[in-house]
């Protein structure tokens, strides 16, 4: 069985195209207690829109996806 983090790593596979097509991208960084840390690049870094596409794309994304998702935080 995948652990947590090896099924946040895919979850954020199947995002990062959309990222990239604005010219950023997403890296996970580590989970720990339900919460996992990602930093955003590229464009996305800096970007006023980061905290939308942080809570609203990729938190309900990856809590869909993995149950034990409970947050995501940028680092």
Request: glycine fraction near 10%.
């Given at each position: 069985?995948?652990?947590?983090?090896?099924?946040v790593?895919?979850?954020?596979?199947?995002?990062?195209?959309?990222?990239?097509?604005?010219?950023?991208?997403?890296?996970?960084?580590?989970?720990?207690?339900?919460?996992?840390?990602?930093r955003?690049?590229?464009?996305?870094?800096?970007?006023?829109?980061s905290?939308?596409?942080?809570?609203?794309?990729?938190e309900?994304?990856?809590?869909?996806?993995?149950?034990?998702?409970?947050?995501?935080?940028?680092?």
């Open positions: 069985m995948k652990g947590i983090r090896q099924k790593e895919a979850a954020i596979e199947e995002i990062r195209p959309n990222l990239q097509a604005d010219g950023g991208d997403i890296e996970l960084v580590d989970v720990e207690n339900g919460v996992a840390k990602v955003l690049k590229g464009a996305c870094a800096g970007c006023p829109m905290t939308m596409t942080i809570k609203l794309g990729v309900n994304f990856l809590k869909k996806k993995i149950p034990e998702i409970t947050k995501v935080e940028t680092v």
